[in-house]
Structure formats: C-alpha cells, structure tokens
T-cell receptor, first 112, second 113 residues
Framework: TQLLEQSPQFLSIQEGENLTVYCNSS?????LQWYRQEPGEGPVLLVT???GGEVKKLKRLTFQFGDARKDSSLHITAAQPGDTGLYLC????????????WGLGTSLAVNP | DAGVTQSPTHLIKTRGQQVTLRCSPK?????VSWYQQALGQGPQFIFQ???????QRGNFPDRFSGHQFPNYSSELNVNALLLGDSALYLC????????????FGSGTRLTVV
C-alpha cells in the first residue's frame, strides 16, 4: 500500500512566523503536487514538482521535491492570516501516473 | 475558461434514498475522478473515469457507481444512502496523466438524515 505521510496534522502560528509542512513516503513519485483548500471549496492546485531536487517558489511559499522523489516540503515565510487553510500534498506514483496518492492534510491557522 | 462545474451544491437526502451528483470537467480535460471528503480530512478516492469507463476504484462499496458521457462529463450515483455517506463530494478533472495536476470543482455537500 502506497502511503504519503503528511506532517504536522495541525499548526497554529502567529502572523509573521515561518513554517514547514512535510510529505514523506517510501515510494517514488513521478510528480508531487501541493493543494490548498478553504472550507466548503475544492482543493486548488498550488504547484507541481516533477524533478528530483526541484525547488519552486510561489511568492512566500517555497516547494521542494526530494532528490529521490520520495518526499516534499512546503515552507511558508512570514505567514499571513490569508494563508489559513488545509494544505494537501498528493503524489502520482512512478509507474502509475494516472492516480494520486493523498496525504491527510495539514490544517494551518495563522492568527493576527 | 470554465473550470470544473458540479451540481447541485448542496443536497439533503433521507437514509435509504438514492442520489446522483453531476460534474462537468474543465475544457481540455478527459479524465474525471470523484472523491469523498469528510470535514477536516483529505479527499478519499472513489473512482476515476476515462473514455467512458471506470479505470480505477478506491475502497468504496458497490453502492457507489458512476458514469462518464462522450462529452467527458460524469455522474456519481450512490444507492441506499447511509448516514455515514454525509460528506463533501468532489469532482476533479485532469488530462490523462495525473502529473499535470487536478482541477477540482467546489463540491457537492451531501447530508443524509
């Protein structure tokens, strides 16, 4: 069974702090995607990383794909209340890129 | 460019009834996946349709069935509803390979009473 372990599950921080969310697996992925979801809405794709060691930046968000393509991290610098939401990672397994394996999500609350 | 459209947005059904949820994929996408999401948790994969056939299926009972039409739109049917079926049902569309990422609709909030 392929698993994608996401941590931490919950995170409550003050505005201006930095944070990192991790997704780890023993399986290799052909791509790893990060989504953000707000209550009552569907997840919105933030980024897709496909190359081992790849780093992508989206304003204050930095995404990294592990060299072995088994793990990924999301780092937020100077978090703002607008960053509050559920962050989900999802991986397309190498050899079967038609489906996604999902992490359980990280619920982030940024307090003003 | 319209994204993924789901209908209805909210639905209340009685235990034992049947429900049909609908999804129109994003233009250019040919694959539709359905997910069930409980409050505060990640999406649980129900099944995926491509070329009008169910291509993959998650751990959901046969009460959950679906269909994809030639225009790539899709339906999710749930028979003999249980209280535990209450959830947000999400439709996601993609190109054939999941590498490009999924586009999700806003979901249908199903409440079974």
């Amino acid at each position: 069974t392929q698993l994608l372990e996401q941590s931490p599950q919950f995170l409550s921080i003050q505005e201006g702090e930095n944070l990192t969310v991790y997704c780890n697996s023993s399986s290799v992925f052909s791509s790893l995607q990060w989504y953000r979801q707000e209550p009552g809405e569907g997840p919105v794709l933030l980024v897709t990383v496909v190359t081992g060691g790849e780093v992508k930046k989206l304003k204050r968000l930095t995404f990294q794909f592990g060299d072995a393509r088994k793990d990924s991290s999301l780092h937020i610098t100077a978090a703002q209340p607008g960053d509050t939401g559920l962050y989900l990672c999802a991986g397309a397994p190498a050899g079967n890129n038609r489906k996604l394996i999902w992490g359980l999500g990280t619920s982030l609350a940024v307090n003003p | 460019d319209a994204g993924v459209t789901q209908s209805p947005t909210h639905l209340i059904k009685t235990r034992g009834q049947q429900v049909t949820l609908r999804c129109s994929p994003k233009s250019g996408h040919d694959t539709v996946s359905w997910y069930q999401q409980a409050l505060g948790q990640g999406p649980q994969f129900i099944f995926q349709y491509y070329e009008e056939e169910e291509r993959q299926r998650g751990n959901f009972p046969d009460r959950f069935s679906g269909h994809q039409f030639p225009n790539y739109s899709s339906e999710l049917n749930v028979n003999a509803l249980l209280l535990g079926d209450s959830a947000l049902y999400l439709c996601a569309s993609s190109r054939t390979a999941a590498n490009y990422g999924y586009t999700f609709g806003s979901g249908t909030r199903l409440t079974v009473v």
